[in-house]
C-alpha cells in the first residue's frame, strides 16, 4: 500500500533522487561509535537539533494557552500548569529543554573547537554556528520573561541594563527591546513574546538551513 502510494508520488514528481541525495549515505568509520568510541563526541549536533525540535513542537502548544499581554500572561501560564491536560508535561518540557539545548549546544561547539573543524573549508560554517549560538542565547532570554513572574521580570530587567552598557547604541538595543517603557513592561512583554515565537525561530530556521546545506556539501570532517 505505502509503496503504491509512493509509486504514484515517484511517478509524477521523480522524488527518489531528492532522498537519495539528503539520506542515502554511508557514515564514515570515524564518525561511527561502534568503531571507535570516542566518535560519539559527533552526536552533539544532532542531539542539539532534536532538542531544537523539541522546544518548537513543545512550544507550539504553548501558545495555544499562553497570553501575552502583562493582565493576562502569569494567569495564562499557571492555568496551563494546573488546568489543561498534559500542560504540566508540555511547559516542562519546553522549560527543561531551554536549558539541555544549550549543554548539548556548547558540548558541539567543544567538539568542532577541539577537532578542528572550523578550519578550511568549513570558516563560513563556523560562522553560521556562531549566529546560531547567539540565536538560541536570544531564545533563552526573551522566553525567560514570558511567564512574567517576579524571577521573570527582575531577570530581564538586569538584562536590559547590560544590553544599555554596549556602547554607543545600547540605548537604542535597549528600546528596540524593551519598547517605549522605564524598564519592564507591557511593550517590552509584547516585543519578547514577537521575538521569541516569530523573530528567532525565523532566523533560526534559515540558519539552520544553511547549516545543513554546508555539511551535507563539504561533508564531515576528520579523521583526526
Ligand atoms: C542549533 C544549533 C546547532 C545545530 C542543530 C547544529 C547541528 C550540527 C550537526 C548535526 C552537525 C553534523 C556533525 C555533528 O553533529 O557534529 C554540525 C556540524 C558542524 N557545526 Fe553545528 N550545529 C549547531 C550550532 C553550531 C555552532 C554554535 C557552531 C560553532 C560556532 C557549529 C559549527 C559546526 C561546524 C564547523 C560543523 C562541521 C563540523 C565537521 O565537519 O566536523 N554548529 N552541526
Known amino acids: 500500500m505505502l509503496q503504491k502510494i509512493y509509486d504514484w508520488i515517484d511517478d509524477r514528481v ?17 564518525v561511527n561509535p561502534a568503531h571507535h568510541f570516542s566518535a560519539f563526541v559527533y552526536c552533539f549536533g544532532g542531539l ?12 507550539m502548544f504553548l501558545t495555544m494557552y499562553y497570553v501575552p499581554d502583562i493582565e493576562n500572561a502569569w494567569r495564562s501560564v499557571y492555568y496551563l500548569q494546573t488546568e489543561v491536560a498534559h500542560g504540566q ?3 516542562g518540557m519546553h522549560h527543561w529543554g531551554a536549558s539541555v539545548v544549550i549543554v548539548m549546544l556548547l558540548l558541539h561547539t567543544l567538539r568542532v573547537f ?5 578550519k578550511k573549508p568549513r570558516e563560513l560554517n563556523w560562522m553560521v554556528g556562531v549566529l546560531l549560538f547567539f540565536t538560541i542565547l536570544g531564545l533563552g532570554f526573551t522566553g525567560y520573561l ?20 554596549v556602547p554607543i547604541i ?4 535597549k528600546t528596540l527591546l524593551a519598547g517605549d517603557e522605564e524598564i519592564v513592561g507591557a511593550q517590552t512583554l509584547a516585543r519578547f513574546f514577537a521575538i521569541h515565537v516569530f523573530f528567532l ?19 564531515i570532517s576528520g579523521p583526526l
Open 48 to 59: 542539539t537539533f532534536f532538542v531544537v525540535v523539541i522546544q518548537i513542537l513543545s512550544g
Open 201 to 219: 525561530p525565523a532566523g533560526l530556521f534559515a540558519l539552520l538551513g544553511v547549516h545543513f546545506i554546508l555539511i551535507r556539501r563539504q561533508g
Open 170 to 173: 545600547g540605548d537604542e538595543i
Open 114 to 118: 577541539f577537532q578542528g573543524a572550523y
Open 146 to 165: 514570558l511567564p512574567w513572574d517576579n524571577k521573570a521580570y527582575f531577570a530581564t530587567e538586569v538584562g536590559l541594563n547590560i544590553a544599555q552598557d
Open 89 to 91: 508535561i508540555v511547559r
Open 14 to 30: 521523480d522524488i527518489t533522487p531528492i532522498w537519495r541525495d539528503i539520506a542515502d549515505h554511508e557514515v564514515p568509520e570515524h
